[in-house]
């Protein structure tokens, strides 16, 4: 039995190196489908690729549009593609899951973000480590594993769904309330995000997203002593943030294994301000006092952290600059909360690709923590199923960033990793034991 497996397994390396190019080439037909979030462009092309190869390699495959979600229109449709493939016997299922969508290019590229560039080992595009490549080496490991004959037991099953960037609601937020992510049609649930080839990604901080308004009187800009300006109390509240609240941030530490180390304590970034006139407009402004301006903040937090403190450390300095500063008022909004979660060590998932880590690459995997958000959080919270990891191929830092890429070796070292995992979770005639 041990030979038969360790023969499988050989077969099923080899198989894979030799799909390099499909590997490569499927790759860079995603990266040329440019599925832009916001505003969620042309998602039904990518979905109806990839619903398209697995049909022809026999996967029953869904689209699930999530009418209603944020962003969803027909000129913007949130289509999400979901495939799945019985074994002869039954037995348990592990899910592939990944994310369509991109964010914007930016500036700053030297390549075509959307053009496929392959160089020096390299497959260059937005979204080509975030995460196209790790769709692609799952797609490529599952369909090896079958190549060869080793879906004896259980269930694979793909998705391809949508708007992960702006927060999964249209996506694996909407599968997961419909029980895409739930027992007992899933059990193991792997989402290739680029965490590096050699890690296990166990979970994720928690984030809170919230718009603090505040609120002055519009008067003639040469008598200013006349309004009351709210841009100046929003410099009074981005000092107490800046002064206060940031070193109390820095030394809250954190046992999750949080990478990269500068994430591993609490932290926030203000993301957006907005205050006084509208500056998209050709003609020179007129001379007003603010009377609004507007901060989005986005605060992750650490598993020891309770949610409620999270949001009465930014309550406390307002409720404190409204008692102490003068004509200072304001509203807060909740944008977007998600808590923490994190996946224990010793769970199933867990395990198996952390052993198949340690024989592709030869090296023990390393168990980390993702300073971001990503789709676990539905599949933990919504579907309750608590057997989720992130594992993919592309590094981290490189998400979001002009020239990302992602590494062809490690495209084909992950796709063995995702491959070899699977035929241990599914059991079957060729499953380990761990
Ligand atoms: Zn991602």
Redo the contacts with the bound molecule.
């Keep these: 039995m041990r030979s038969d497996t360790d023969a499988a397994t050989s077969q099923l390396f080899r198989r894979i190196e030799v799909r390099r190019d499909d590997l490569v080439a499927l790759t860079q037909d995603l990266i040329r489908i440019p599925t832009v979030n916001p505003p969620g462009d042309v998602y039904t092309d990518c979905a109806e690729l990839i619903g398209r190869r697995l049909t022809a390699r026999g996967f029953s495959v869904e689209y699930v549009r999530a009418e209603g979600a944020a962003g969803d229109s027909d000129r913007y449709p949130r289509t999400n593609v979901v495939a799945r493939i019985e074994a002869p016997r039954p037995g348990p299922c592990v899910h592939f899951n990944g994310?369509i969508d991109v964010v914007p290019a930016g500036q700053g590229w030297t390549v075509d973000p959307f053009g496929g560039v392959v160089k020096d080992g390299r497959v260059y595009g937005r979204g080509a480590c975030?995460?196209k490549g790790g769709i692609a080496a799952s797609i490529v490991a599952v369909e090896s594993l079958l190549e060869e004959g080793l879906l004896t037991a259980g269930a694979l099953e793909i998705s391809g769904t949508v708007d992960?960037?702006s927060g999964g609601y249209g996506g694996v937020g909407h599968l997961a309330k419909l029980g895409y992510f739930s027992r007992p049609r899933v059990d193991h649930v792997i989402i290739p995000?680029?965490l590096n080839v050699d890690r296990v990604c166990i979970g994720h901080r928690g984030v809170w997203w919230a718009e603090i308004e505040t609120k002055g009187r519009v008067a003639h800009g040469s008598m200013p002593f006349l309004g009351n300006c709210a841009v100046r109390h929003m410099g009074a509240v981005l000092h107490r943030i800046e002064t206060e609240l940031i070193p109390r941030l820095a030394a809250k530490r954190t046992d999750m294994p949080v990478v990269p180390e500068g994430a591993r304590q609490s932290t926030i970034n203000i993301n957006a301000i907005h205050g006084g006139q509208r500056e998209d407009h050709d003609g020179l402004p007129s001379p007003m006092v603010p009377d609004r301006c507007r901060m989005v903040i986005d605060r992750r937090y650490l598993i020891e952290e309770d949610p409620e403190a999270v949001r009465g450390e930014i309550v406390a300095i307002l409720e404190d600059l409204r008692r102490s500063r003068p004509g200072f008022d304001y509203e807060l909004r909740e944008v977007l909360a998600f808590l923490p979660t994190m996946t224990d060590a010793d769970a199933p998932v867990v395990r198996a690709v952390a052993a198949a880590i340690e024989t592709v690459l030869g090296r023990p995997a390393q168990h980390v923590v993702s300073p971001g958000t990503?789709d676990q959080k539905h599949v933990v919270r919504v579907g309750q199923l608590k057997d989720c990891i992130a594992y993919g191929p592309g590094i981290l830092d490189l998400?979001h960033q002009p020239d990302e890429w992602v590494g062809i070796e490690d495209m084909v070292q992950s796709a063995q990793v995702m491959a070899l995992a699977t035929l241990g979770l599914l059991g079957g005639d060729y499953g380990l034991r761990f």
């Design positions: 994310h975030d995460m992960e960037e995000e680029p990503y998400a």
